[in-house]
């Protein structure tokens, strides 16, 4: 069940009674869980809606609306998935006192990746997840590697039961979800063979079959710590790449530590678009 926080005037839900506080139960006999079942599920130009007004009535809307017309309904904001991850290099932990609340969750979320660009580790996805992800076709996702070694990811992200990365992409490429990737880069840790062997798609054969987007670097020390942090704050991009299913191609970007004093900065991101649900 997902609860309604507000309807715009003149609009399908309008029009439908729907007011804040209203709780959307089903579409089409299947409960409805969070803002990616109402967008999916509503999507059709014809279905049915359940709905629970504030009074506690009972209602099932027979909706039919022309394709592409928005119902006007803003949901309110959904439980996050939070981050069980304990990574030294983790930005959240690093930032200052003093700021807004949101700024200090540890989000680690699979529907914030596809929706808004947020990286994810995909550490604490369920069966069921897995499954969603592929029948609504949530690509292309923002996944946190870090490492393709399982022993040096789980170590990286301070969790002994984070699931082996290449695998879990690769199944996820069989199905047609595409992916965007990023590395934080510890020297001495995910550097040297570790990073060739993350360049060649987690195979020692170089069988990049993920169906990678594109990618990002970063080089982080603990020198770059904030005053009562844990976690960089100044990390600097030091090599990207672009792929695709058959061709990869390195990017020559550098850091302000390279010879030549340049500095570039690049990351793999999708625009953040918060309109309103569906």
Not at 85 to 106: A, K
Request: aromatic share 8%.
């Amino acid at each position: 069940m997902i609860r309604v926080q507000s309807v715009a005037p003149d609009s399908i839900g309008g029009e439908l009674g729907l007011v804040p506080g209203t709780e959307l139960v089903a579409v089409n006999g299947r409960a409805l869980d969070d803002f990616l079942d109402w967008e999916f599920l509503t999507a059709d130009e014809r279905f049915l809606l359940a709905a629970r007004l504030p009074t506690g009535e009972e209602v099932e809307y027979d909706i039919e609306r022309p394709e592409g017309l928005p119902m006007g309904v803003t949901l309110e904001p959904p439980r996050i998935r939070r981050c069980g991850n304990h990574c030294d290099f983790c930005f959240v932990d690093g930032n200052p006192e003093g700021l807004r609340t949101p700024l200090y969750i540890r989000d680690d979320d699979y529907r914030l990746s596809f929706r808004y660009g947020n990286f994810a580790t995909l550490t604490n996805l369920k069966p069921w997840d897995l499954e969603r992800i592929v029948e609504y076709r949530l690509s292309p996702l923002y996944v946190s590697v870090h490492a393709t070694d399982a022993t040096i990811r789980r170590w990286l992200l301070r969790n002994p039961e984070a699931p082996d990365i290449v695998p879990q992409l690769g199944w996820f490429a069989e199905r047609g979800i595409a992916f965007h990737t990023q590395v934080v880069l510890v020297p001495g840790v995910n550097d040297g063979v570790e990073l060739e062997r993350r360049a060649r798609g987690g195979r020692p054969d170089g069988d990049a079959s993920a169906r990678r987007t594109g990618g990002a670097m970063v080089l982080w020390s603990r020198r770059s710590l904030p005053s009562g942090g844990r976690a960089a704050a100044g990390s600097r991009v030091v090599r990207g790449f672009r792929a695709t299913r058959k061709r990869r191609r390195l990017g020559a970007l550098s850091s302000d530590q390279d010879r030549g004093g340049r500095r570039s900065a690049s990351r793999a991101g999708r625009d953040a678009h918060r309109g309103r649900d569906r």
